[in-house]
């Protein structure tokens, strides 16, 4: 969704089948600061990839993160705690530090009673005018309320969103416009919560299901039990 969203592909796919061609510039990303809300397994594996692809700097904060538990992170996925210059492969900062200094905040935060609402309208003022927020966490994690305020209104680049407070989308959602990028607007992009949503996962839920029941009728142990 970063390249998506940075590469304005939705909106030019629109442009180029209604007949027209090129209406704006992508954003590069080479070089840019990625901030990582959540350095757990899955925001250290996104870390890694645009480390690998792009040479981004990536700067990262969770509510119990330090510097020794990024740097070892950073070392369990086959990175070096810092590069040839002293900086810190994964730097540890603190949360309005990455808002202030991200050009992508990208999140990977479990929901909570305390992560609720834990991007609003103070993240929303720290962050660049330039800079673009994608959430394929889970929706309560961005206050719907603050989100509106700063696209309609331009206060960021871009926003990208996976998950949604309400899923499926209201049909009467003030997200589902087509005005977005227009007119002094923040680009949206916006998918129904595809994270997961592929056909080798899915084949194997349902595969698992179907020999979980076999398994319950014929009193033996079951695959994967959680309780």
Same mark, same amino acid.
């Given at each position: 969704?970063?390249?998506?969203?940075?590469?304005?592909?939705?909106?030019?796919?629109?442009?180029?089948?209604?007949?027209?061609?090129?209406?704006?510039?992508?954003?590069?990303?080479?070089?840019?600061?990625?901030?990582?809300?959540?350095?757990?397994?899955?925001?250290?594996?996104?870390?890694?990839?645009?480390?690998?692809?792009?040479?981004?700097?990536?700067?990262?904060?969770?509510?119990?993160?330090?510097?020794?538990?990024?740097?070892?992170?950073?070392?369990?996925?086959?990175?070096?705690?810092?590069?040839?210059?002293?900086?810190?492969?994964?730097?540890?900062?603190?949360?309005?530090?990455?808002?202030?200094?991200?050009?992508?905040?990208?999140?990977?935060?479990?929901?909570?009673?305390?992560?609720?609402?834990?991007?609003?309208?103070? &993240?929303? +003022?720290?962050?660049?005018?330039?800079? #673009?927020?994608?959430?394929?966490?889970?929706?309560? =994690? @961005?206050?719907?309320?603050?989100?509106?305020?700063?696209?309609?209104?331009?206060?960021?680049?871009?926003?990208?969103?996976?998950?949604?407070?309400?899923?499926?989308?209201?049909?009467?959602?003030?997200?589902?416009?087509?005005?977005?990028?227009?007119?002094?607007?923040?680009?949206?992009?916006?998918?129904?919560?595809?994270?997961?949503?592929?056909?080798?996962?899915?084949?194997?839920?349902?595969? &698992?299901? +179907?020999?979980?029941?076999?398994?319950? #009728?014929?009193?033996?142990?079951?695959?994967?039990? =959680? @309780?």
């Amino acid at each position: 969704m970063i390249l998506a969203l940075a590469r304005n592909v939705a909106d030019d796919d629109t442009t180029i089948k209604a007949g027209g061609w090129q209406t704006g510039m992508a954003i590069g990303l080479s070089g840019k600061t990625l901030g990582i809300v959540g350095l757990g397994r899955l925001g250290a594996a996104v870390a890694r990839i645009w480390i690998l692809a792009f040479g981004m700097k990536i700067v990262c904060w969770s509510a119990n993160l330090d510097q020794e538990k990024a740097d070892s992170m950073a070392e369990s996925l086959g990175l070096p705690r810092e590069d040839e210059f002293g900086d810190r492969t994964f730097r540890c900062v603190d949360k309005q530090e990455l808002f202030k200094t991200a050009d992508i905040v990208s999140l990977h935060y479990v929901l909570s009673e305390r992560s609720y609402g834990i991007v609003s309208a103070p &993240e929303f +003022a720290l962050m660049k005018p330039e800079s #673009l927020l994608v959430n394929t966490s889970r929706g309560p =994690l @961005v206050d719907e309320k603050a989100a509106l305020e700063a696209t309609t209104h331009g206060k960021i680049r871009g926003l990208a969103l996976d998950v949604f407070d309400v899923e499926p989308l209201p049909a009467n959602s003030p997200w589902r416009s087509d005005s977005w990028g227009k007119e002094g607007r923040s680009r949206v992009l916006l998918t129904p919560h595809m994270g997961y949503v592929e056909e080798g996962i899915m084949n194997t839920w349902y595969a &698992e299901t +179907a020999e979980n029941v076999e398994r319950w #009728l014929q009193g033996k142990e079951l695959l994967h039990r =959680l @309780v």
